[in-house]
């Protein structure tokens, strides 16, 4: 198992559907990306994954941030 975006070999395992068998969530120990199985090809397979957003360790290894989660909307 490699991961989509970055070709970790390090995937964890997070989660499994309630019924067994159907789907997994995944999760890249470098890169922090995060799949279900079922989602499509070009979000959870290494060649489909677009180019443009694929990351090298390099690339990780030079990023200054990673963007905070905003907070959340207060609906009213
Ligand atoms: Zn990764």
């Known amino acids: 198992m490699l991961c ?4 970790h070999t390090a995937v964890e395992r997070v989660f499994t559907s309630p019924v067994p068998g159907v789907w997994e969530v995944l999760h890249c120990g470098r890169c922090l990306y995060m799949w279900r199985t079922s989602e499509p090809a070009r979000r959870t397979r290494r060649e489909a994954y677009p180019a443009e957003f ?3 360790p390099e690339d990780i290894a030079a ?3 990673v963007p905070s989660v905003p907070p959340l909307r207060v609906r009213g």
């Open 4 to 7: 989509p975006r970055c070709a």
């Open 54 to 56: 694929r990351l090298t």
């Open 63 to 65: 990023t200054t941030e």
